[in-house]
């Protein structure tokens, strides 16, 4: 188990869980990050005592000082922040659950300082995966998955003695919001309709990624990189009552499944406890009253954004940090109500095909490839 915890991102959904681990577990915390969440920060300072507090801006920072000059907490804002709340010596874990692009470069940061991440920043692993899991062999990081989905697969595999004995990845999907519709009543539905998520209570990104399924396009880039595998190895199955968490079927015909609550706290702390299993304030599956589980197929002619991320991942290079860049930008314009539901996908396709393709990046191309496709949006707009 692990012995400090540094959460980057704490006042979002998965940084707020992530402290009720760190309640149950008693484990002390040396750096906490957030966005612009003063109130809460100030709150969660005076509860955890961390050494360092971190803000995305100058301005924000400014004001959680000013709330919490009583406390000898040190004050940081902006990437350089989080690179340092990254890499403090105290930690020896990160949970990394800041939303997008943002997350990379002190994820990176972590890795080559050796700690162990948490990782529940997708966006790290879809847009420069190959790096980044370069960088943990390297330095002998450990990468946990925080994503229930892959959290599933990765303890499936605890028992796996060779991973060539993998026939396939199978992650469940619950179908979002709007299961079952067809392409004509999905091109009617609203920014309300989309955050109606029906198992899980997320932010308003995922939520929306999860309705458009481009979450599930997301988590196969990420089941590819984390586990080595090519991507007809990895496939996707509606699963609407959100209880198997994934899949592994083996050469020889077994699949095993991790199954539980759908709550999020489970896979939390199991990136902290790691190789033990502890007592969790989730609660406990009971096969008795979660009724029957099912699955089919996803409909990808009505939720293309899954096909897209697919046909990304086969693609390699630059495409996958287009993609991601360019989803960014089309939800943010869905969340302000600027564009449609399928205009999300109209967007991100049309990235992809215009922004120039690189087949093998380097950081600063990944992370240019996603500023160009987040120009492109704005250009389309």
């Given at each position: 188990m692990v012995k400090c915890v540094s959460i980057l991102g704490s006042t979002g959904s998965i940084g707020r869980q992530s402290l009720d681990i760190i309640d149950n577990l008693k484990i002390p915390v040396a750096a906490l990050t957030a966005g612009t969440s003063v109130e809460r920060m100030a709150q969660q300072c005076r509860k955890y005592l961390p050494k360092l507090a971190v803000m995305a801006t100058e301005e924000t920072a400014a004001a959680l000082q000013k709330e919490i000059a009583d406390l000898p907490i040190q004050i940081a804002w902006g990437e350089?922040?989080?690179?340092?709340?990254?890499?403090?010596?105290?930690?020896?874990?990160?949970?990394?659950?800041?939303?997008?692009?943002?997350g990379l470069k002190p994820t990176l940061a972590a890795i080559r300082a050796k700690k162990r991440i948490g990782l529940a920043n997708k966006e790290t692993l879809v847009c420069a995966g190959e790096l980044v899991m370069t960088e943990a062999r390297k330095y002998e990081a450990e990468i946990i998955p925080v994503d229930s989905e892959h959290s599933a697969i990765f303890q499936c595999l605890m028992g796996a003695h060779d991973r060539r004995e993998i026939r396939k990845l199978i992650l469940t999907c619950s179908g979002g919001p709007f299961y079952g519709k067809t392409r004509e009543e999905l091109g009617l539905v609203t920014k309300a309709d989309a955050l109606r998520h029906p198992n899980w209570k997320m932010g308003q990104k995922i939520t929306i990624d999860c309705a458009t399924l481009m979450n599930k396009g997301l988590e196969v880039i990420e089941a590819m990189r984390l586990y080595d595998l090519p991507l007809e190895q990895v496939d996707v199955v509606i699963h609407r009552q959100s209880i198997a968490h994934s899949f592994v079927e083996f050469t020889d015909g077994a699949v095993m499944a991790q199954l539980g609550s759908p709550d999020m706290r489970l896979p939390i702390q199991l990136a902290m406890t790691y190789p033990e299993r502890k007592p969790c304030p989730a609660p406990?599956?009971?096969?008795?009253?979660?009724?029957?589980?099912?699955?089919?197929?996803?409909?990808?002619?009505?939720?293309?954004c899954l096909a897209l991320a697919r046909k990304c991942a086969a693609m390699g290079g630059t495409a996958c940090p287009v993609m991601n860049g360019a989803n960014e930008e089309a939800v943010a314009l869905f969340l302000a109500d600027k564009i449609g539901f399928y205009d999300i996908y109209d967007l991100v396709s049309r990235a992809v095909d215009t922004v120039p393709f690189v087949q093998n990046p380097t950081l600063e191309e990944i992370l240019e490839a996603d500023r160009l496709a987040r120009e492109a949006v704005k250009s389309f707009i």
């Open positions: 350089e922040g989080l690179i340092r709340a990254a890499t403090m010596e105290e930690a020896d874990c990160v949970i990394t659950a800041v939303v997008g692009m943002l406990a599956l009971d096969l008795t009253t979660c009724g029957a589980l099912t699955f089919s197929k996803p409909d990808m002619e009505a939720f293309p």
